[in-house]
């Protein structure tokens, strides 16, 4: 199958996490993703853990290795004039630029979406940031916890007598980086059309405010303002999370007839107390509830205890542990890891992510080595070795 | 009106609750005509969550849903019910005259209907078919009931949320269901541009479960690598150091902080206390690392005394990265919200004009064309069963008769 997005050109100035996985995934989609990364140390990710047998080492960053599979890297120092020419002549190229900078990083370095669309007029430029391009917070600093806590997640996250909870690891950045993903395949598809290119301004901020649930419109049409709920839900229960023998369940039930099989799994009678005939009867009482579901759960495994109820159509879930994931049926009926060959971590089993076509999932590929597509990228705009050599000497790749 | 995207790309939506709502929401927002159908006894369920104008119901609940609105504007209503050989008609010439189809029922559902992806692609051979079904569809818990709730569970998220003295605490939301509309909507758009150059249709399966284990790498490698297994993060980071989240003046009321670097640490002393700097203890990051939790205790200490607002402006003039935890009522009263204008007001059929989120980008520093109200139930049956494929007064009227359309929930 033809790779989609094959025979575009995407600048990649991003780093970190936000920028690099939009552009991941436009990489796994097919698209040539030219990372541009800083002389010397490159992506600051490349210092990001995990490494194995924690060993830091430029190349064998876990995290980077994830983010940044199947891009080309060269090395460039923007805040060069001969390098600031050499973007701009590799734009020229490309039908795509993504960055993450703070706002007035690339206009201040006369890189801005005007200079850049002047040698490539029908560019889409894409560029993530802490709150966006302009408003009042438009310079403050802002990571994964502070955009949670911002748009509302955290609000709603956590136990009501204790402080909110954050989602765990860069959540914030993640969803940046996939509404950029779509604004940016979304405007090259007009491109294709004889649409003009774009400048598309996608702020971390706002991505989180975009995806809350049900809860925004709880306040805006009916006022009201939603408080944590820790580990239950508001008018019905259970819709928890309990511990069982060797680790936790999802304990979720919605109808009459979940629960009525729920306790005819548990070989319970209690259950069917008429204190518990209803969701929002159950948890008014949910404390007697989990008492005595716990009874049971406590007796059985997390696995045992999933299938079984699924097997009666009750959503169950197990609460996986990441690092068995790999080896869980489900994931590997899909082939949901793969290995890919890396030339420093050797055969690094990678996760796949989400979609399959025709039974496969997007290709898988290693991330690059700092700088080495130089030679190739740079003389592909006429650069030879006697350019390369004094280039690299000033610092400037 | 500038030219979208997407114009003139048409999707079938069969989808319910968020993520192929949202989905089909993202490709609406870049200007692709969405029909979404609901079968007449089937409703998406978002008509009936109780976010209903000032609390009240009214007499059409189904169509005054404030949740529906928010994942369903911009596009058109159409009621028929796929399970009537009447219906399935209606949806094979749909399809003939369409380019995505969206839908996220449990595997085997689409077949029963004798509308898999073969039979439409022979309808439409460019047809591009997105399923969003929980575990995917293959594979031992394809059948499975995967809740947003189940899947993150499965997903392996679950394990590293909450607080590090708890278990596992669920998210405020159901997570993997944006997440996955954002995965599929990205798919469909690749797709499509695919389509552009071979003219080949595919059917896309993707995992609810497996959006979200895409998205904690770091957990899953440093227990493959190192043996590692993390467990419930709280509000801590690997590496930065204070990070977290304090309390402050006033009911429940608390603030985010973190320091990224030493310039965000020289800075969070200037605001709190100067004397941190010279102080053994909190020298540098392994220090204040190892100290991490007197020093948070007397950050809070000081927080305490300040709103969340407060300490943000002091903090963010010094270069420290805090936020406060905003409920709905602050989100919605935020200034840079204001000014960026995600939230907008839209004139809905039967709830009124109301705040809904536009798109969520600016494109050449607009938010876009003005949004179109959530469609009432079956609002559209007549532009598109008419205006579109050309059915008669009569066969309309046929339809209605049989139950296989209809204008409110049967």
């Known amino acids: 199958m033809m790779a989609p997005l094959a025979g575009l050109r995407v600048v990649d100035l991003t780093h970190h996490v936000a920028g690099p996985y939009c552009t991941k995934l436009l990489a796994e989609y097919g698209a040539e993703v030219i990372k541009v990364e800083r002389p010397g140390g490159g992506d600051p990710a490349r210092r990001l853990g995990p490494f194995p047998g924690d060993v830091p080492h430029p190349e064998k960053s876990g995290l980077f290795a994830y983010l940044n599979g199947g891009k080309r890297s060269v090395t460039l120092n923007l805040k060069s004039e001969a390098g600031r020419q050499m973007l701009l002549e590799l734009v020229h190229t490309a039908d795509a630029v993504i960055e993450n900078f703070a706002p007035r990083v690339l206009p201040g370095l006369g890189l801005g979406y005007e200079q850049l669309r002047a040698v490539r007029p029908n560019l889409v430029m894409a560029s993530i940031s802490n709150f966006g391009q302009s408003g009042p917070y438009r310079d403050w600093a802002l990571t994964d916890l502070n955009a949670l806590a911002y748009g509302g997640i955290m609000s709603i996250t956590g136990d009501p007598d204790r402080e909110p909870l954050m989602l765990p690891g860069r959540q914030a950045q993640y969803l940046a980086g996939l509404h950029a993903a779509v604004a940016v395949t979304g405007a090259l598809y007009g491109t294709r059309l004889g649409l003009p290119g774009a400048y598309l301004d996608v702020a971390i901020s706002e991505a989180v405010v975009s995806v809350i649930g049900e809860t925004i419109v709880a306040y805006t049409y009916a006022g009201l303002v939603a408080r944590r709920q820790g580990n239950r839900q508001m008018s019905a229960h259970p819709f928890t999370i309990l511990p069982c023998r060797d680790g936790f369940v999802g304990v979720t039930v919605l109808t009459g007839q979940q629960w009525q099989a729920m306790a005819e799994m548990m070989g319970n009678p209690a259950l069917l107390d008429e204190r518990f005939a209803t969701g929002p009867s159950r948890r008014r009482h949910a404390d007697a509830v989990d008492a005595l579901m716990s009874q049971w759960l406590m007796q059985h495994d997390a696995e045992a205890i999933f299938h079984s109820a699924q097997g009666r159509r009750i959503p169950f879930g197990k609460v996986s542990r990441p690092g068995d994931l790999p080896d869980d049926p489900q994931y590997q009926a899909r082939g949901s890891f793969v290995r890919v060959e890396d030339p420093d971590l050797g055969p690094v089993r990678l996760f796949a992510g989400p979609v399959r076509i025709d039974g496969e999932p997007l290709p898988q590929r290693p991330a690059p080595r700092l700088g080495e597509d130089n030679a190739a990228v740079w003389g592909e705009l006429g650069l030879g070795a006697g350019d390369l050599v004094p280039l690299w000497a000033q610092g400037i790749i | 009106m500038a030219a979208q995207p997407l114009q003139g790309i048409r999707i079938l939506d069969l989808s319910q609750l968020w993520a192929g709502p949202y989905c089909t929401r993202l490709l609406a927002d870049l200007g692709a005509e969405v029909i979404k159908i609901e079968g007449p006894r089937n409703p998406d369920f978002t008509r009936g969550m109780p976010q209903f104008p000032g609390g009240e119901p009214g007499p059409d609940p189904w169509n005054r849903a404030g949740f529906f609105n928010d994942m369903n504007r911009d596009k058109l209503g159409l009621s028929l019910d796929l399970r009537h050989p009447a219906g399935q008609a209606v949806f094979r010439r749909l399809v003939a005259v369409s380019d995505v189809v969206v839908e996220n029922y449990t595997p085997r559902v689409m077949a029963t209907f004798g509308l898999e992806y073969p039979v439409l692609q022979a309808l439409r051979p460019g047809l591009i078919m997105i399923s969003i079904p929980g575990f995917g569809r293959s594979g031992p818990y394809r059948d499975y009931a995967a809740l947003g709730a189940t899947v993150e569970q499965v997903s392996g998220l679950s394990w590293v949320t909450g607080y590090p003295d708890k278990g596992p605490q669920r998210a405020g939301i159901s997570y993997g269901d944006p997440i996955a509309a954002l995965q599929a909507a990205l798919a469909a758009i690749a797709l499509l541009h695919r389509r552009a150059a071979t003219g080949e249709g595919v059917h896309v399966d993707l995992s609810l479960c497996e959006g979200l284990t895409a998205l904690i790498p770091e957990f899953i490698l440093d227990a493959e690598w190192n043996g590692r297994h993390h467990g419930p993060q709280g509000n801590s980071h690997a590496l930065m150091v204070p990070h977290g989240c304090f309390p402050c003046r006033g009911d429940d009321e608390w603030v985010t902080i973190a320091c990224p670097d030493e310039a965000a640490w020289e800075g969070l002393c200037v605001a709190v206390n100067p004397a941190w700097q010279r102080e053994p203890r909190f020298v ?127």
């Open chain 2, 284 to 410: 540098d990051q392994r220090a204040r690392w190892a100290n991490r939790e007197v020093l948070h205790r007397e950050l809070s200490a000081w927080t305490a005394e300040r709103t969340p607002g407060e300490v943000t402006q002091l903090l963010q003039v010094q270069g420290v990265a805090a936020a406060p935890v905003l409920r709905m009522d602050a989100l919605l009263a935020d200034p840079q919200l204001a000014e960026r204008g995600l939230i907008q007001a839209i004139a809905t059929p039967r709830a009124g004009v109301q705040r809904h989120r536009g798109r969520p980008w600016l494109c050449n520093g607009e938010r876009g064309p003005a949004h179109r109200p959530g469609p009432t139930f079956g609002q559209h049956n007549r532009a598109v069963l008419q205006g579109l494929l050309g059915l008669s007064d009569g066969e309309i009227a046929e339809l209605a008769a049989q139950g296989v359309i209809s204008d409110r929930p049967l």
